[in-house]
């Protein structure tokens, strides 16, 4: 049975065992009285019995999953030739490759001799082996624990507790698997960057003002040196993101103060609609405008006036970026003012308050804490937009203040070093984690800040 078919049966046998220890519950209900003689509802019974129905045998269909490769594979490798058996761990990992793709019906590396095929044989006879025995047991196992709890079954028996404690115990679990996974990914960015300032040190990668991680993968390569100063990709990374935000976050708020304030129901139920159409706009796209009528229009304007620009430059990124932004500013901003109670406007109105003076000093700084969570998003998304740059400012790593020049960001260079055939224990390839990290922290302190900020303007407000 394959894993999608299994799930799908645990899925029809839990929700059999809901109605069976439903049943049960109005069963039982009869010797005491009616429902009302039971702890809890007759649902809760059932929803017990399904829980203890279904979590065990997910539980052993995910362990199963995970050990049943690791074993498969040493059966496997146990039954090589010795003259394959023997080989090196790299070498004997493209061979178990090669198995696997033989399995999956993908190209293997090259042609598969008959101890491969013969292998890749014995593989499928014990996969096979292994899902029957997993469908059997959770099979068995699902009826066991059913049948044992829906006997159970009492008038006494606490089963809305217990159905809360074990969801209680499932949000809790989500929480914390959220956190590990948070912890997770910080702590694989820190290791590889400290490998990384093991061969760079940190103050040439902080304060450098080059950035060119040209490293040498032989010996006898010339032009090997490197050079991983940070400063100009962060640079770059600055001033696109604010050339961004100065476009999206005026028109942004005043759109959404507009929408809110001023509109009628009609204007609004069809404007706000279609500016959250760019939100749903695929960046690639942007990039195509970025690069094929934006970046000429500026380059063109500039020469008519004696600009030198560049035909990749930061403004054209930092245009359609903050373009692309508008609608996380405005939807926001917008459902963040239009919550603010209208008891709060009549007031300021009744004590004589013009509707601008409304506006600015009421209902703006009422709903601020949730216009700062926007904006901050919209900063989070213009740090990390990659497309838009590529196609737009360019891969240059150039020091600059002129937004009419070529620039790179964080995430660009990030992706640049981590494609093509790299080593991944040399500088080059570990400065991306190093940009990674750094650029971690900096949106961090951009958090805190933004905490900052709307506590103090909640604590003035209130």
Known sequence: MRTSYLLTTIVVLALGSYFLGRSKAFAVSKSCGGVKGLHSLPSHYGMWTALWCAVPALLVFALWNAGESPIITSLVVAGLPPDISSLPPSRLGLVINDIKNIISGNITSGTPSPAIMQAAEHYRTLQAISVNAMTAVILSLMVATGITIRNRISPTLKARNKVEKLIQLFLFLSSAIAILITVGIVLSVLFESIRFFKAVPL???????SWSPQT??????????????AVPVFAGTAMISLIAMLVAVPIGLMSAIYLSEYAGNRFRTIAKPLLEILAG??????????????????????????????????????LVMGIMIIPFVSSLSD??????????????????ATKYETISNVVVPAALPGIVGGV??????????TMIVVMAAGLSANLTANPL??????????????????????????AAFALGLLLFIFTLVLNIIALYVVRKYREQYE
């Open 203 to 209: 103050s040439d990668f902080l304060f450098g003002l």
């Open 281 to 318: 706009i695929p960046t690639v796209v942007y990039g195509f405008f970025a690069a094929l009528t934006v970046a000429p229009f500026i380059r063109d304007t500039g020469g008519l006036i004696g600009l030198s620009v560049s035909s990749e430059s930061a403004l054209a990124a930092g």
């Open 335 to 352: 459902d963040v003012i239009h919550a603010v109670p209208q008891t709060m406007r009549d007031g300021s109105l009744a004590l004589g």
């Open 376 to 385: 901050l998003l919209a900063v989070s998304r213009a740090i990390g937009e």
């Open 405 to 430: 020049k070529a620039v790179t960001t964080v995430t660009v260079q990030i992706v640049t070093l981590l494609v093509g055939d790299q080593e991944f224990d040399s500088p080059k390839t570990l």
């Open 216 to 229: 040498a993968m032989r010996s006898d390569q010339v032009g090997s040196s490197g050079a991983f100063g």
